[in-house]
């Protein structure tokens, strides 16, 4: 449906300034896509992204957000077994909601099996790397990831980290300057 497509759009935005007021529009929005068509699984994958990332930066309560996130990725692949993305989001919640990397890694081969040029997918799957001490390697994804999706900010900032923990302290200073630019 063309109208849950773009509050799906609008959602993911918010989503990506990463505040939580654009957390709270975020799920407003995707919850509206939603009201409009209950099988759309990019939305309940974002929604996912947004509880998620509520308790990472400790906006909502673990224990109330990992089981809100897990549900809506849940639903997001029941409804489609084969999004990279959702696919990806798992292997991410595994490594840092459940503690398995193992898991983590499965998840994070099968959707670059999926969709091996994905920028959210390279995105995710370089925070794995990260994770293991392979910044070499998690560079080189984050990087073609920016390549792939110049425009988000979220892809700017991992890299830009990644460089720092790396000590390539010009490379981390431009891309920090290119999240603000974002």
């Known amino acids: 449906d063309p109208e849950a497509y773009t509050l799906y759009l609008q959602g993911r935005h918010f989503s990506s300034q990463g505040s939580t007021e654009g957390y709270q529009k975020a799920i407003g929005l995707l919850e509206q896509s939603l009201d409009i068509d209950q099988h759309y699984a990019p939305a309940w994958s974002e929604l996912h992204r947004v509880y998620a990332n509520q308790v990472s930066f400790r906006q909502l309560d673990p224990t109330e957000g990992n089981k809100k996130a897990r549900e809506a990725l849940d639903k997001a692949l029941e409804l489609d077994p084969e999004d990279a993305i959702a696919h990806s989001r798992l292997g991410w919640f595994k490594m840092n909601a459940e503690g398995d990397l193992?898991?983590?890694?499965?998840q994070f081969e099968h959707a670059l099996?999926?969709?091996?040029?994905?920028?959210?997918?390279?995105?995710?799957?370089?925070?794995?790397?990260?994770?293991l001490g392979r910044l070499e390697q998690a560079i080189a994804l984050e990087?073609?990831?920016?390549?792939?999706?110049?425009?988000?900010?979220?892809?700017?900032?991992?890299?830009?980290?990644?460089?720092?923990?790396?000590?390539?302290?010009?490379?981390?200073?431009?891309?920090?300057?290119?999240?603000?630019?974002?």
């Open 102 to 106: 193992a898991g983590a890694a499965k």
């Open 113 to 131: 099996t999926l969709e091996s040029g994905n920028a959210i997918v390279l995105a995710n799957a370089a925070i794995l790397l990260k994770a």
């Open 143 to 182: 990087e073609l990831s920016r390549q792939r999706d110049p425009l988000n900010p979220t892809s700017s900032w991992n890299l830009a980290g990644t460089y720092l923990l790396n000590r390539q302290f010009d490379k981390a200073e431009a891309a920090y300057r290119n999240v603000l630019l974002l």
